[in-house]
Antibody
Framework: QVQLQESGPGLLKPSETLSLTCTVS????????WTWVRQPPGKGLEWIGD???????KLSPSLTSRVTLSLDTSKSQFSLRLRSVTAADSAVYYC??????????????????WGQGTLVTVSS | ENVLTQSPGTLSLSPGERATLSCRSS???????LTWYQQKLGQPPRLLIY???TRATGIPDRFSAGGSGTVFTLTISRLEPEDFAVYHC????????FGGGTKVEIK
């Protein structure tokens, strides 16, 4: 059973860079695609971007100028970097496994395993 | 951007009752691109329904979903105590978006 665990600093100052890592166990990181989603306290979910097994990414247009996603297969980890953070970036950040492809009925895309999430607060 | 609007914001029901949750899309989409998640307080989302109507592994058959175009529905036929949670719909588009969530609370 795949398990994901986010790690990184919980408190940042405005203009700093957020760096989070998701460690994957129970599955080969090279065999799947991955994603990052965030959730401001008391609010809904926001998709940040998908990271494909070959290293390509698909990012939210609202964040693409500040986000970098990367894969480290040797450590079974993938990472999120978000530059120039503001208070609006305060949220619980989740990593998840992306399941995407085609079956007999057509295309499918969903997030089937999630980390527990890590709270990031941006405050001066 | 395809905006998903979930209603009602909060649904107050008793165990054993039927819950009907709505997810309206600002753009017409294939039902196969609609996914539902359940989230309990302090926990990550849990995959419930994908491909518009396919239950994820281990999801009981009291959960069902469907719809097409711009109107999608998640139904819980008889609420169990563990079903009281927040439910999110999500569409695969460019970009991918989530609805604001519907909270199902105990009446």
């Amino acid at each position: 059973q795949v398990q994901l665990q986010e790690s990184g600093p919980g408190l940042l100052k405005p203009s700093e860079t957020l760096s989070l890592t998701c460690t994957v166990s129970g599955a080969s990181i090279s065999s799947y695609d991955w994603t990052w989603v965030r959730q401001p306290p008391g609010k809904g979910l926001e998709w940040i971007g998908d990271l494909y097994s070959g290293g390509a990414t698909k990012l939210s247009p609202s964040l693409t100028s500040r986000v970098t996603l990367s894969l480290d297969t040797s450590k079974s980890q993938f990472s999120l970097r978000l530059r120039s953070v503001t208070a609006a970036d305060s949220a619980v950040y989740y990593c998840a496994r992306l399941n995407m492809g085609y079956d007999s009925t057509g295309f499918y895309h969903f997030f089937d395993s999630w980390g527990q999430g890590t709270l990031v607060t941006v405050s001066s | 951007e395809n905006v998903l609007t979930q209603s009602p914001g909060t649904l107050s029901l008793s165990p054993g009752e039927r819950a009907t949750l709505s997810c309206r899309s600002s753009q017409s989409i294939s039902g196969r691109l609609l996914t539902w998640y359940q989230q309990k307080l302090g926990q990550p989302p849990r995959l419930l329904i994908y491909g518009g109507s396919t239950r994820a592994t281990g999801i009981p058959d009291r959960f069902s979903a469907g719809g097409s175009g711009t109107v999608f529905t998640l139904t819980i036929s008889r609420l169990e105590p563990e079903d009281f949670a927040v439910y999110h719909c999500q569409q695969y588009g460019s970009p991918l978006t989530f609805g604001g969530g519907t909270k199902v609370e105990i009446k």
